[in-house]
Structure formats: structure tokens, C-alpha cells
Nanobody, 124 residues
Framework: QVQLVAFGGGLVQAGGSLRLSCAAS????????IGWFRQAPGKEREFVAG????????YYADSVKGRFTISRDNAKNTVYLQMNSLTPEDTAVYFC?????????????????WGQGTQVTVSS
């Protein structure tokens, strides 16, 4: 079992950057694939980025490819999401989630553990 806490959100102007963190408790963190999802008001939760347990493989939604970078530090039980060139369309609550998969899934239902979410607001 793993508990996740997402933080680092905030208000930023378009074109700016934020780094989200997902801190985990539990000694088995390094065995989990981690995904970042986001949910804007009135919209379904969508996959943003994912990283395999070892960190060797990363996955991105087309909408963030080239702007967002996911990484992990298993020694610190933390996954990061560096977000650059933010646009108002990136405004959402961002969640991190953990899954016992060999690679990241784009489907939220495949992730068993979820953090509480952190708000990202991008002003134009």
C-alpha cells in the first residue's frame, strides 16, 4: 500500500512554469508506476504523464508533450512534474496516482492509489 500527497500547484501567468511533486509513503514506492492526471471543471479526468517504476520509461499526453517533463527520485519517494510554457488550457486539479503496472496506463481506473490533488491555475 502507498499513500500519495500531491503539492506544488498555484497561480501562474500564461507562459510560466510550475513544478508539481507527488510524495509517497511506503517502502514499496519504487515498485509502482506513477501517473499524473488532471481534471478541469466540467471535464473528465485525463491522463497527463506517466513514469515506470524504475524511471526508465516516460509517457505523455499529446497536449503536453514537449512542455511537461515527468521524473522520479525513488530514494526520496517522490515523483515530479515539471510544467513549462503553461497555457490557460492547463488549468485543472492535478492528481498523482500509483499503479502496479509494468508501464504507465492512460486509463485512470487502472491506478489503485490516488493523491488528493493540487490546483493549477494559469491566467491569460
Amino acid at each position: 500500500q502507498v499513500q500519495l500527497v500531491a503539492f506544488g500547484g498555484g497561480l501562474v501567468q500564461a507562459g510560466g512554469s510550475l513544478r508539481l511533486s507527488c510524495a509517497a509513503s511506503g517502502r514499496t514506492f519504487s515498485s509502482y508506476t506513477i501517473g499524473w492526471f488532471r481534471q478541469a471543471p466540467g471535464k473528465e479526468r485525463e491522463f497527463v504523464a506517466g513514469i515506470s517504476a524504475s524511471g526508465a520509461n516516460t509517457y505523455y499526453a499529446d497536449s503536453v508533450k514537449g512542455r511537461f517533463t515527468i521524473s522520479r527520485d525513488n530514494a526520496k519517494n517522490t515523483v515530479y512534474l515539471q510544467m513549462n510554457s503553461l497555457t490557460p488550457e492547463d488549468t485543472a486539479v492535478y492528481f498523482c496516482a500509483a499503479a502496479t503496472l509494468s508501464s504507465a496506463s492512460y486509463y485512470a481506473y487502472e491506478y489503485r492509489y490516488w493523491g488528493q490533488g493540487t490546483q493549477v491555475t494559469v491566467s491569460s
